[in-house]
């Protein structure tokens, strides 16, 4: 069998890749009255009196919602909530296993987005967190922005936010490899949807100061009629020299490429007309903007992609874990641009001296070291931000 056949096998078999599981045992009468009823009035009471202490006296303080309305998922598209629910499910598994941090799936038949904020924000008591997963852009720009500014717990869309810690991650190390400065490099993203924005971004608070973006029609400029706030907003500070054209007159003297587009839109030539010691992160998949190997051949000097089955995996579970861990270890409100940048430099990290080379700029998803270095770095820099609410563990 294939991968996607082993998939629905195992599907079928498991029925769900979540359980809950309770951490009291009530095998007897005092046992049910102190985790139940009478005993569970008194929690309830002090709850009442200091809401806060839901977080002493309930699960929320290690507890994420993973929220989706169906509408991007995983190259799939827009398939619905209901055909979303084995990915959210999956994600909920990767935030325990990564991190032993506990989450729940939750599917909104919505594409309204006040509606959605508005359903959502009902509920976020529950939850020391929200993961926005897997919804298309602009749409995507307004829920995170509207749904923060309605609750006050982290809300963090990690098809955004989650790749583009991964991404500037690893361009903090292929720059140190390349003995390149980051303010030095030209960066172009193509993709202008809610991953490229986010990158965009993110390469900015790092020190990358000159960043060429890509939409469908091209090399976006300030003044282009654009899909989002969120791009008009960004064109404003990318193409400095207002650079026209397509893809091939982008990549002209560039010192990176990051693909968050379509298949094979990258020809060798391409990447023949970049710098020297150039960086390729072809993210599109599973197929991705160039093969590495048809970059490596054409002179690109590091090389990434989506895929688990190449070298510098590009995967959103090397940051999102780590950062929930961190932002609930302290009770953040939000998840700041600090403890975003703090994450990225946390995974770079993770790649030792010795570790470091044009197949290794980014951490193994596996390294056991990796969540816990993040959470750290993550949750002092809410500290820094003031948005924690208790000190760290850590």
């Not at 303080?61 to 190259?75: F, R």
């Not at 509207?146 to 991404?167: M, R």
């Not at 193994?364 to 949750?379: I, L």
């Amino acid at each position: 069998m294939d991968i996607m056949e082993k998939a629905l096998a195992a599907h079928l078999e498991w029925g769900g890749k979540l359980d809950v599981i309770s951490r009291v045992s009530i095998k007897d009468q005092e046992a049910l009255s102190i985790a139940y009823t009478p005993g569970v009035a008194r929690p309830c009471l002090e709850i009442q009196k200091n809401p806060s202490l839901s977080y002493d006296l309930t699960s929320r303080n290690n507890l994420v919602a993973v929220i989706t309305d169906g509408t991007a998922v995983l190259g799939l598209g827009d398939i619905g909530p209901l055909a979303s629910m084995p990915v959210m499910e999956g994600k909920c598994a990767l935030f325990r296993e990564f991190a032993g941090v506990n989450a729940i799936p939750l599917c909104v038949n919505s594409k309204d987005p006040d509606e959605f904020v508005h359903a959502v924000s009902l509920i976020a008591g529950s939850f020391g967190g929200i993961n926005l997963e897997d919804i298309s852009a602009p749409r995507c720009f307004e829920i995170e922005q509207k749904l923060q500014a309605a609750v006050d717990i982290p809300v963090f869309h990690d098809d955004q936010h989650g790749t583009a810690v991964v991404t500037a991650a690893a361009m903090m190390n292929a720059a140190k490899l390349a003995g390149k400065q980051l303010s030095d490099l030209r960066v172009v993203i193509n993709g202008a949807g809610a991953a490229g924005v986010a990158i965009a971004n993110m390469l900015f608070t790092i020190g990358v100061e000159d960043i060429l973006v890509l939409n469908s029609k091209g090399i976006v400029c300030e003044g282009d009629k654009l899909s989002s706030e969120a791009l008009t907003e960004l064109s404003k500070r990318t193409n400095r020299d207002h650079v026209r054209g397509g893809l091939a007159e982008a990549l002209n003297g560039a010192d990176a490429f990051i693909g968050v587009s379509k298949p094979n839109l990258v020809t060798q030539d391409m990447v023949k007309s970049m710098r020297e010691k150039a960086f390729v992160f072809a993210m599109a998949n599973p197929v991705p903007e160039i093969m590495p190997e048809d970059a490596l051949a054409a002179g690109a000097y590091v090389v990434g992609t989506g895929r688990s089955d190449f070298p510098n995996q590009i995967n959103n579970v090397l940051a999102f874990p780590g950062i929930f861990k961190g932002a609930l270890s302290v009770r953040a409100s939000r998840i700041t641009e600090g403890m975003k940048h703090a994450a990225a430099m946390a995974i770079a990290g993770c790649v030792s001296e010795n570790e470091l080379s044009p197949e290794c700029v980014i951490p193994n998803p596996f390294g056991e070291q990796v969540s816990a270095s993040v959470a750290e770095a993550v949750a002092a820099a809410a500290i820094t931000d003031g948005v924690a609410r208790i000190c760290s563990d850590h």
